[in-house]
């Protein structure tokens, strides 16, 4: 079974300060990694995968199989970044989602 | 603009109801997924349908039931509501042509059991 863990519940930085959201997983497999973010009373929605290796919005994520970590980052926050962010994984051949428990970000002027 | 659409935004039921939540997604996707959020668990899978009449359970079923009679619509029914399903419940839907495919998910329903 796949699990994943986000260890900081919230995180509070300065605007244009840098940011590091944790997510590390357990998985024997290949995993798909996503980062989804819900922004104050709009739904949950998809900020990045793995797979893509793109940057959006700012933001990057590097899986490393090593660690079995999938990390974001921002080099510099803004007040727009506010927000509650999960990470996801699916399992090889598997549609089903399994997410961390989340991470509120606040970025204070 | 692909569309999850929840059929309540806020719900407020007495225990030992019965209760119905409804999910409707314009995509054609074949899999939809019921999910409940709760502070500090994050979202936990309570069922997924990957077909139509086709469902598996997930983390947290107990108490849940659901059901798929049109691949549009995937519905949760709490057969007896209690305090403790007291919760945000998430629907989404994804596709299933190929891997890492985006799940989109619905507004939310937050349910209030008392």
């Known amino acids: 079974a796949q ?41 949950l929605q998809l900020l990045l995968r793995h797979i893509s290796r793109e940057s959006i919005k700012g933001f990057t994520a590097d899986l490393n199989k090593g660690e079995t970590s999938f990390h974001l980052k921002k080099p510099f926050a803004q007040e727009e970044d506010s927000a509650m962010y999960y990470c996801a994984l699916s399992a090889s051949n598997d549609y089903k989602l399994s997410f961390g428990a989340g991470t509120t970000v606040t970025v204070r002027a | 603009d692909v569309k999850v659409t929840q059929s309540s ?19 054609d996707h074949e899999n939809m997924f019921w999910y409940r959020q709760d502070p500090g668990l994050g979202l936990r899978l309570i069922y997924f349908s990957y077909d139509v009449k086709m469902k598996e359970k997930g983390d947290i079923p107990e108490g849940y039931s659901v059901s798929r009679e049109k ?18 419940y998430l629907c989404a839907s994804r596709p299933q042509e190929r891997m890492n495919t985006e799940a989109f998910f619905g507004q939310g329903t937050r349910l209030t059991v008392v």
């Open chain 1, 3 to 43: 699990r994943v863990t986000q260890p900081e519940k919230l995180l509070s930085v300065f605007k244009g300060a840098p940011v590091e959201l944790k997510c590390n997983y357990s998985y024997s497999g290949s995993p798909e990694l996503f980062w989804y973010v819900q922004y104050s009373r709009q739904r």
């Open chain 2, 71 to 88: 691949k549009e619509r995937f519905s949760l029914i709490l057969e007896s509501a209690s305090t403790n399903q007291t919760s945000m």
């Open chain 2, 9 to 27: 935004r806020y719900l407020v039921k007495r225990t030992g109801e019965k209760v119905f939540l409804e999910c409707v997604q314009d995509m």
